[in-house]
């Protein structure tokens, strides 16, 4: 005979898989509930919509072995590599197929998230992209409190390791209120950090010349200029965090422009 089968042998046919993939599972889960919770800790839970449920806050491993965290609370996402000190503020936009990218300030895409909770990371050794994984939850990426001998060991820091890479002196002083404090000691690490690879490169040595003192200052949005007697000035919005201070990427790029 063809044909379906009959409602009783599809049951007692669910009833002999679902016994068989307990079965199958009883070494590795400490205990099968039915078909469906077993699924469940299979693959996942699910929003209610259908998609993958990603977390706000995770690290993934991408496939070349780059561990990072990834903080979407805000209304800028935040990125920080294991093992680096910067953490990258990233705006959103939405893309075709429901997919949203991250964008950090100089409008390049870092990040691709699907609608379906896949993850592609952009980095300037795969300038195309790589998929990552899910490791686990994360830790939310937040400016710590610091006293003023916090902020001004974060600014020698920043200062020894300009003028490492420049081979002579180069000064960073900040002018705010308590409240910016940390976030005047992240800019300071972060001008650095531009400024030791710009170091590397043969073509921004006048650039860097021009240089003589790095001075951090409040103000109502996050930029980067070379005033007078060779000052380069950070500005942060301390009310935006960790997302109102230049990226290193940035202070590069505007460093450049000094020729």
């Excluded at 379906?4 to 079965?23: H, K, M, N, V």
Aim: charged share 20%; net charge positive.
């Amino acid at each position: 005979m063809t044909g379906e089968p009959r409602a009783s042998a599809r049951t007692s046919s669910a009833a002999i898989l679902a016994a068989g993939l307990c079965l199958a599972l009883a070494a590795s889960l400490p205990a099968c509930a039915g078909p469906v919770a077993s699924l469940q800790g299979l693959f996942g839970h699910h929003a209610k919509d259908g998609r993958d449920a990603a977390p706000t806050i995770g690290r993934y491993v991408s496939e070349d072995g780059d561990v990072f965290t990834l903080d979407r609370t805000g209304a800028k996402a935040l990125l920080k590599f294991d093992g680096a000190f910067e953490v990258w503020a990233l705006q959103p936009q939405q893309a075709p197929r429901g997919d949203t990218i991250y964008k950090n300030d100089l409008g390049e895409p870092v990040v691709r998230a699907t609608r379906l909770g896949g993850i592609t990371i952009f980095t300037e050794h795969r300038p195309d992209g790589e998929a990552a994984a899910l490791a686990g939850p994360g830790q939310p990426l937040r400016l710590p409190i610091m006293g003023s001998q916090a902020v001004l060991e974060r600014l020698t820091q920043a200062s020894f390791r300009a003028s490492h890479a420049l081979r002579r002196l180069v000064r960073f002083e900040a002018e705010g209120s308590a409240t910016s404090s940390a976030l005047m000691a992240d800019a300071a690490l972060v001008t650095s950090e531009a400024m030791v690879r710009l170091a590397k490169r043969g073509d921004a040595r006048k650039v860097l010349d021009k240089i003589v003192v790095v001075h951090l200052i409040e103000g109502r949005r996050a930029g980067v200029d070379l005033v007078s007697d060779g000052v380069l000035q950070i500005t942060v919005a301390t009310p935006q965090g960790l997302a109102g201070r230049p990226s290193s990427d940035r202070i590069q790029q505007v460093a450049q422009g000094f020729r």
